[in-house]
T-cell receptor, first 114, second 108 residues
Framework: EPEVTQTPSHQVTQMGQEVILRCVPI?????FYWYRQILGQKVEFLVS????????KSEIFDDQFSVERPDGSNFTLKIRSTKLEDSAMYFC????????????FGPGTRLLVL | GIQVEQSPPDLILQEGANSTLRCNFS?????LQWFHQNPWGQLINLFY???GTKQNGRLSATTVATERYSLLYISSSQTTDSGVYFC??????????FGPGTRLSVLP
């Protein structure tokens, strides 16, 4: 069964550094998403991406964050100048043609900012 | 935006028991999903259920869209059912919003 994959599974970085989290959505899916989950809290929407541009974004997704589809398979989340409070699990998800359809989640990248 | 409530926040069961988890939405949603977050943090899709009833093995879910709630039933619970159960909903012009989760512990 096709699945969303994410790399790395864990990342440790120093405060102020830039990190890039990578995702490979399901191949025939057109909508891509990033979510984050701070330890012990609920999952929060960050951004959705369709047709090579941001479709929706939350208040969390400020200028520190950016997303890109650099090639036909990868979808990345870049976090610039990381802060301690960016420590969280970051999930990538994809859906076939619309946010109204099933969203399939990847296994997550656990980011720790020291 | 949409507000999502889940109850109960915590649930402890003996293996073999049945349970019902509830999700309430403040507004109507067009996409509703249930997820199980396992101890490794992975979010596992359980159901896509904007309305109606579905069953998958020991799990079933019912959504009453007109009353803005959904129920997840777990029968004959097993220790592997332990984890956090989230519901999430989406509506036009709004984000996919997750509830705070129900933490389930199934004891052997």
């Amino acid at each position: 069964e096709p699945e969303v994959t994410q790399t790395p599974s864990h990342q440790v970085t120093q405060m102020g550094q830039e990190v890039i989290l990578r995702c490979v959505p399901i191949s025939n899916h057109l909508y891509f998403y990033w979510y984050r989950q701070i330890l012990g809290q609920k999952v929060e929407f960050l951004v959705s991406f369709y047709n090579n541009e941001i479709s929706e974004k939350s208040e969390i997704f400020d200028d520190q964050f950016s997303v890109e589809r650099p090639d036909g398979s990868n979808f990345t989340l870049k976090i610039r100048s990381t802060k301690l409070e960016d420590s969280a699990m970051y999930f990538c998800a994809s859906s076939e043609a619309s946010p109204l359809e099933t969203q399939y989640f990847g296994p997550g990248t656990r980011l720790l900012v020291l | 935006g949409i507000q999502v409530e889940q109850s109960p926040p915590d649930l402890i069961l003996q293996e073999g028991a049945n349970s019902t988890l509830r999700c309430n939405f403040s507004d109507s949603v067009n996409n509703l999903q249930w997820f199980h977050q396992n101890p490794w943090g992975q979010l596992i899709n359980l159901f896509y259920i904007p309305s109606g009833t579905k069953q998958n093995g020991r799990l079933s879910a019912t959504t009453v869209a007109t009353e803005r709630y959904s129920l997840l039933y777990i029968s004959s619970s097993q220790t592997t059912d332990s984890g956090v159960y989230f519901c999430a909903g989406y509506n036009y012009g709004q984000n996919f919003v997750f509830g705070p989760g129900t933490r389930l512990s199934v004891l052997p």
